[in-house]
């Protein structure tokens, strides 16, 4: 009888302290963690074991609790021997469980960056070294060397760059995001030349890229790029200078203090589409897809001029003769005029 007591009481204990060390591990793995702070995260490196990653929370402050809890719930969650290399996030709701199941699947911390539709090069080449955690290799890189780095020797980096937005994670470099960049570019050009209308006065599509730049940086405005491209492309055709702005300001680099003169017209560069035929001879920024769609398919028409309207709209006048665009170019400057004598005026009126 007395034996049978006792192993009574042994079972029930047995079980009690069976049910205390499940309620435990529940608790530990479904309770948010301690100390954890808003918007910090947890780097997972190459062969980072449990052992490793404890200590590393344990750094931020971060209470882990008891290492065998962690090993039964990472076997639980099938994330023992399975965590993925990257940055998790982490937040005062995270629980060791779902800490386990995110490195277990790989969900880690992506951050975007933008090329803009316009940039050229050295915007580019800026905006990425102003990214923190983004692992920089760039600066020691000429063009020359970035382009050999992409496999592209000989080639100028300029417009060869797809303005999109694209995700990154921690370990990823400035070059990794650039070679996704030219990926998406020359399949976007691709697309484009393969679709292009017939009879382009364009050689290849290069070509195509470089009318492309120019009609992104004439207008940001999305009905008219079709548009200036008909004017450019008429031009092309007939054999008559592009004379347009823009290539005359890239061609002067940094010399270029926002004012562009009457002797700036007429100093020669290569990128000078007032002193020389055709097209320059790279892209002058990046163009984004509409205006690379814009310069295949270009807008009918008989207009061989445009000029901004000058009312702060960003739109353009086209015309078909010189004199037409001459009394458009008065009224541009004289509307131009007023809109900013009017500014003046109103920023000096009292409060």
Same mark, same amino acid.
């Given at each position: 009888?007395?034996?049978?007591?006792?192993?009574?009481?042994?079972?029930?204990?047995?079980?009690?302290?069976?049910?205390?060390?499940?309620?435990?591990?529940?608790?530990?793995?479904?309770?948010?963690?301690?100390?954890?702070?808003?918007?910090?995260?947890?780097?997972?490196?190459?062969?980072?074991?449990?052992?490793?990653?404890?200590?590393?929370?344990?750094?931020?402050?971060?209470?882990?609790?008891?290492? @065998? %809890?962690? =090993?039964? /719930? &990472?076997?639980?969650?099938? $994330?023992?021997?399975?965590?993925?290399? !990257?940055?998790?996030?982490?937040?005062?709701?995270?629980?060791?469980?779902?800490?386990?199941?995110?490195?277990?699947?790989?969900?880690?911390?992506?951050r975007n960056f933008t090329i803009v539709e316009g940039w050229n090069i050295r915007d580019l080449r800026a905006a990425l070294?102003?990214?923190? @955690? %983004?692992? =920089?290799? /760039? &600066?020691?890189?000429?063009? $020359?060397?970035?382009?050999?780095?992409? !496999?592209?020797?000989?080639?100028?980096?300029?417009?060869?760059?797809?303005?999109?937005t694209y995700a990154w994670t921690r370990g990823d470099s400035d070059l990794d995001i650039l070679k996704r960049a030219y990926a998406a570019m020359d399949k976007a050009l691709?697309?484009?030349?393969?679709?292009?209308?017939?009879?382009?006065?364009?050689?290849?599509?290069?070509?195509?890229?470089?009318?492309?730049?120019?009609?992104?940086?004439?207008?940001?405005?999305?009905?008219?790029?079709?548009?200036?491209?008909?004017?450019?492309?008429?031009?092309?055709?007939?054999?008559?200078?592009?004379?347009?702005?823009?290539?005359?300001?890239?061609?002067?680099?940094?010399?270029?203090?926002?004012?562009?003169?009457?002797?700036?017209?007429?100093?020669?560069?290569?990128?000078?589409?007032?002193?020389?035929?055709?097209?320059?001879?790279?892209?002058?920024?990046?163009?984004?897809?509409?205006?690379?769609?814009?310069?295949?398919?270009?807008?009918?028409?008989?207009?061989?001029?445009?000029?901004?309207?000058?009312?702060?709209?960003?739109?353009?006048?086209?015309?078909?003769?010189?004199?037409?665009?001459?009394?458009?170019?008065?009224?541009?400057?004289?509307?131009?005029?007023?809109?900013?004598?009017?500014?003046?005026?109103?920023?000096?009126?009292?409060?």
């Amino acid at each position: 009888m007395k034996f049978r007591t006792l192993l009574l009481v042994l079972v029930l204990a047995a079980a009690v302290a069976a049910g205390w060390a499940w309620q435990r591990y529940h608790a530990f793995a479904d309770a948010p963690m301690v100390g954890v702070r808003d918007d910090t995260s947890l780097l997972v490196s190459r062969g980072d074991n449990l052992g490793k990653l404890l200590p590393k929370l344990r750094e931020q402050g971060i209470t882990t609790g008891d290492r @065998l %809890l962690w =090993q039964v /719930l &990472a076997r639980e969650t099938g $994330a023992s021997g399975r965590i993925q290399v !990257g940055e998790y996030a982490l937040n005062a709701a995270t629980t060791p469980r779902a800490l386990l199941l995110a490195m277990r699947d790989g969900k880690v911390v992506r951050r975007n960056f933008t090329i803009v539709e316009g940039w050229n090069i050295r915007d580019l080449r800026a905006a990425l070294g102003k990214v923190a @955690l %983004l692992r =920089q290799t /760039l &600066a020691d890189m000429d063009d $020359a060397a970035l382009m050999e780095a992409l !496999g592209q020797k000989g080639q100028s980096p300029e417009g060869r760059f797809l303005p999109e937005t694209y995700a990154w994670t921690r370990g990823d470099s400035d070059l990794d995001i650039l070679k996704r960049a030219y990926a998406a570019m020359d399949k976007a050009l691709d697309a484009a030349w393969a679709g292009r209308a017939p009879d382009l006065p364009l050689k290849n599509r290069v070509d195509a890229l470089i009318l492309a730049s120019i009609i992104e940086k004439e207008t940001g405005v999305g009905d008219e790029r079709p548009r200036i491209a008909g004017v450019f492309v008429r031009r092309l055709r007939m054999g008559m200078r592009l004379q347009t702005d823009p290539t005359v300001i890239y061609g002067m680099g940094s010399s270029y203090a926002g004012n562009l003169r009457r002797v700036d017209l007429d100093t020669d560069t290569p990128y000078n589409t007032y002193t020389r035929d055709g097209l320059p001879p790279t892209p002058i920024a990046m163009p984004g897809e509409a205006a690379l769609r814009a310069a295949v398919h270009p807008a009918p028409g008989d207009a061989l001029y445009f000029v901004a309207v000058g009312d702060g709209s960003g739109r353009h006048v086209f015309t078909h003769t010189l004199g037409e665009h001459s009394a458009a170019v008065r009224e541009y400057i004289q509307r131009n005029r007023a809109r900013l004598q009017g500014a003046q005026t109103a920023g000096a009126s009292p409060k």
